[in-house]
């Protein structure tokens, strides 16, 4: 099967309804379980009942909320549950995970969702299991596979040294069954299609690519490597598997994949779809702009000003967006320094009122 998704991506466009997904599960002896998954599928069509009555999201205003997501389900799937929950359709999300993966996903609610584009950008975190011994055209478990050499004769010295040559900056190709639009169409279509798409490079940063455990398996011929990833945006974790199976002569596939980290967000903040329809965590707007952003406190004057979408004096961080508080401690709005003075990117509401 070719996946519809992106593939396991540390950044994602941020879109009003979310964002391409992710995988499934592996068959047979995958690992896959070693990140244990929430419900899927299967038993979120056994909850529905009660996730939909757990919430009367007519409350609910706007804000961030941290999904673990579940195996089995797409990233619109969990947007799809957020909306019932949250009482609207505004939702969405900043950064896709394929169905097989779970963890992380953080879903922005009415005006929160202006925030996600931000959000998408930062850098992420993964545990991985990667299968040495065979390649899959998906570059994940849930494609055929397509080749591969036994694994027995890797040593751990010859992965670790592999490891930390995918560590830093590096040029990744992208899964060729991503989204990546070809001339107008998804690669993974043209795949799907029968086509040979060869995606070109890109530059990825690696900050960590750190080993766990080897484990033989299948009779020695192939070993499976639990890892911790911290990545850039734009990077395809799968693409990393793929490329040390290749660097080590043997092939390579992703197996399990879990987000445990979105910028400032991780897996410790994350709550279930069961634990969200017995109570909707909402991180306030105010929250998610001190969390995400270098703060700015305003006075009263400069809060009516910017309300209104009128410049102000600079901001000291001449480079980034800064999220401006009214001395009430509301989010007013995101500034960005041009032209000599402070100006708004983004205004929440005149006074920071919802």
């Known amino acids: ?151 027995a004769a890797v040593t751990e010295q010859e992965i670790r040294t592999a490891v930390g040559a995918l560590t830093g900056e590096i040029q990744q190709v992208p899964s060729s069954v991503s989204a990546i639009k070809v001339k107008g169409e998804r690669s993974y279509a043209r795949v799907r299609s029968g086509e040979e798409v060869v995606l070109p490079a890109r530059p990825v940063t690696i900050h960590r690519f750190e080993v766990h455990a080897i484990r033989r398996i299948s009779n020695g011929r192939l070993q499976d490597i639990d890892v911790t990833v911290e990545c850039s945006s734009g990077t395809y974790i799968r693409a990393l598997a793929r490329d040390l199976g290749n660097a080590l002569g043997v092939g390579g596939h992703l197996t399990a994949l879990r987000r445990t980290q979105v910028g400032p967000y991780s897996i410790d903040q994350a709550r279930t779809l069961e634990e969200l329809a017995d ?27 910017v309300s209104h979408g009128r410049k102000i004096g600079p901001s000291p961080e001449p480079n980034v967006p800064v999220a401006a508080f009214a001395p009430d401690g509301t989010l007013v709005a995101l500034l960005e320094n041009r032209g000599g003075a402070a100006r708004t990117s983004l205004v929440f509401a005149p006074g920071g009122k919802e």
């Not at 299991?129 to 694994?151: C, K, M, N, P, Y």
């Not at 965590?281 to 703060?295: I, K, M, Q």
């Open 1 to 151: 099967m070719v996946s519809r998704g992106n593939g396991h991506d540390c950044s994602h466009r941020a879109l009003a309804g979310g964002v391409p997904d992710q995988q499934d599960r592996p068959p047979g002896d995958s690992g896959a379980n070693r990140f244990p998954p929430p419900y899927g599928p299967s038993q979120g069509s056994r909850t529905a009942a009660h996730i939909l009555g757990g919430v009367n999201s007519g409350q609910v205003h706007s804000g961030l909320i941290i999904v673990d997501k579940p195996q089995g389900w797409t990233s619109h799937d969990v947007v799809g549950r957020m909306r019932r929950l949250a009482g609207t359709r505004k939702v969405g999300h900043a950064g896709t995970l394929d169905p097989m993966a779970t963890g992380v996903l953080v879903v922005g609610i009415n005006r929160a969702t202006r925030l996600l584009t931000f959000i998408v950008g930062t850098s992420k975190t993964y545990t991985a299991t990667i299968r040495l011994g065979q390649s899959t055209v998906t570059d994940d478990a849930e494609g055929e596979v397509t080749g591969g050499s036994i694994a």
């Open 279 to 305: 109570s909707l965590d909402v991180l306030s707007l105010d929250e998610a702009g001190r969390a995400l952003f270098p703060v700015r406190e305003l006075s009263d004057a400069e809060a009516a000003d």
